[in-house]
């Protein structure tokens, strides 16, 4: 969208250039019509519909892949996270695990986070990785991140909430395949030592 939109504003800029530049010129006033209305269809017209045409093509399957779609292919992990004033309480209702302000993915794996807030209304975002989504007092919004590569990505609050707003980061942990599962049994190990017993 940046290199988008940076095309768009040179093309422009060339368009304003050359614009000022035949305001010297003096031209009868078929030609004059004639110019006007090419730029109003080229400029107009062409340059906005290509545009936006170019930004869909990019950004609809890039936002596709954010849906929380069913995917035989490729099943989600499910994350319930939970804002509240002010942390996050991040389960995984598979496994049995509960952390705060602490979430961990393994890469190449779709996952879906169940977003929902305790108290008033807050805002998840791992800037990396997604847009961000409200959690919303008495809803559940899911959103679909996917980490490519392993390592930490920051996440915020990005909607205010009160005076503890600014102390809601979390850390988001993506892990291989291979280390989510040993960081799995590693947490899961003492709970089944407990029931054990």
Same mark, same amino acid.
């Given at each position: 969208m940046f290199t988008g939109a940076t095309l768009v504003t040179a093309l422009v800029a060339a368009i304003w250039c050359r614009g000022v530049a035949r @305001?010297?010129? @003096?031209?009868?006033?078929?030609?004059?019509?004639?110019?006007r209305d090419r730029w109003i269809w080229a400029g107009g017209i062409a340059l906005p519909t290509v545009s936006v045409?170019?930004?869909?093509?990019?950004?609809?399957?890039?936002?596709?892949?954010?849906?929380p779609l069913p995917d035989a292919e490729r099943p989600a992990l499910r994350i319930d996270v939970d804002a509240r004033r002010w942390y996050w309480q991040?389960?995984?209702?598979?496994?049995?695990?509960?952390?705060?302000?602490?979430?961990?993915i393994?890469?190449?794996? !779709?996952?879906?986070?169940?977003?929902?807030?305790?108290?008033?209304?807050?805002?998840?975002?791992? !800037?990396?990785?997604?847009?961000?989504?409200?959690?919303?007092p008495g809803r559940v919004n899911v959103l679909r991140l996917e980490a490519e590569s392993p390592g930490l990505y920051g996440g915020r609050c990005?909607?205010?909430?009160?005076?503890?707003?600014?102390h809601m980061p979390f850390r988001l942990i993506a892990h291989s395949a291979a280390d989510f599962d040993s960081w799995l049994a590693s947490r899961q190990a !003492?709970?089944?030592?407990?029931s054990d017993e």
């Open positions: @305001q010297a010129e @003096q031209l009868n006033d078929a030609e004059e019509r004639r110019v045409v170019v930004l869909l093509a990019f950004g609809i399957p890039g936002a596709h892949r954010m849906l991040v389960r995984y209702p598979d496994h049995g695990i509960t952390l705060i302000d602490e979430i961990h393994p890469v190449d794996t !779709p996952v879906d986070f169940h977003i929902s807030s305790s108290d008033v209304i807050h805002g998840f975002w791992v !800037p990396r990785l997604a847009g961000k989504l409200d959690a919303i990005v909607e205010f909430c009160g005076v503890g707003h600014a !003492p709970a089944d030592e407990e």
